[in-house]
């Protein structure tokens, strides 16, 4: 099982700044298969990004992922006051799918 | 637009079977390219998947819970269920049903169900 740890834990950022937020794989994810979920408070994830650096349907393009092999990065280039949620990594390379533990962005 | 809704019993006792069913709508079920999943997410804690089924019913599970869960589909009413058996408070959880897409490189979950809070507690 390919176990994914995210970092920072929390990142406590002002409107306007920028977010980079870390997820690491334990073993390479094959063909890049890492997807980003944004969660606010009592809503389900939703899907930013897939196959690393795609952007799903709708998604603002201050949204950005990269990487490859075992680091991967989400970016948020300026952060809107609805970007405040918790963000998590997801690897569909193997199986069994799993998640990273999540990164907490919060307004400084 | 496709909509996803998960329903049954926010209250199981431990040692119990957990019920859950989502029901999808605007679209899309009945198509072979898609699958259907269920996943979980303890109150403050991260997201587990639990296991996917196809349209046909090709099932697939995650092996932590393998032993315990069955997945099923009713495709005359476009609906999916997950039975979780002899439930624990390491069960409780928001359960939600999502979707995906089948091939190798569609695992990630575009539409998701606004989650079932199931708490296991005698």
């Known amino acids: 099982e390919i176990v994914l740890t995210q970092s920072p834990g929390t990142l406590s950022l002002s409107p306007g700044e920028r977010a980079t937020l870390s997820c690491r794989a334990s073993?390479?994810?094959?063909?890049?298969?890492l997807a980003w979920y944004q969660q606010k408070p009592g809503q389900a994830p939703r899907l930013l990004i897939y196959g690393a650096s795609s952007r799903a349907t709708g998604i603002p393009d201050r949204f950005s992922g990269s990487g490859s092999g075992t680091d991967f990065t989400l970016t948020i280039s300026r952060l809107e006051p609805e970007d405040f949620a918790v963000y998590f990594c997801?690897?569909?390379?193997?199986?069994?799918?799993?998640f990273g533990g999540g990164t907490k962005v919060e307004i400084k | 637009q496709l909509q996803l809704q998960e329903s049954g019993p926010g209250l199981v006792k431990p040692s119990e079977t957990l019920s859950l069913t989502c029901t999808v709508s605007?679209?899309?079920?009945?198509?072979?390219?898609?699958?259907w999943v269920w996943i979980r997410q303890p109150p403050g804690k991260g997201l587990e998947w639990i296991g996917k089924?196809?349209?046909?019913?090709?099932?697939y599970y995650n092996p932590s819970l393998k032993s315990r869960v069955t997945i099923s589909v009713d495709t005359s009413k476009n609906q999916f269920s997950l039975k979780l058996i002899s439930v624990t408070a390491a069960d409780t959880a928001v359960y939600y049903c999502?979707?995906?897409?089948?091939?190798?490189?569609?695992?990630?979950?575009?539409?998701w169900g606004q989650g079932a809070l199931v708490t296991v507690s005698s």
């Open positions: 073993q390479t994810v094959s063909s890049s298969y």
């Open positions: 997801q690897q569909y390379g193997s199986s069994p799918l799993t």
């Open positions: 999502a979707r995906r897409e089948c091939n190798y490189g569609g695992g990630y979950f575009d539409y």
């Open positions: 089924i196809s349209y046909s019913g090709s099932t």
């Open positions: 605007g679209g899309s079920f009945s198509s072979s390219g898609y699958c």
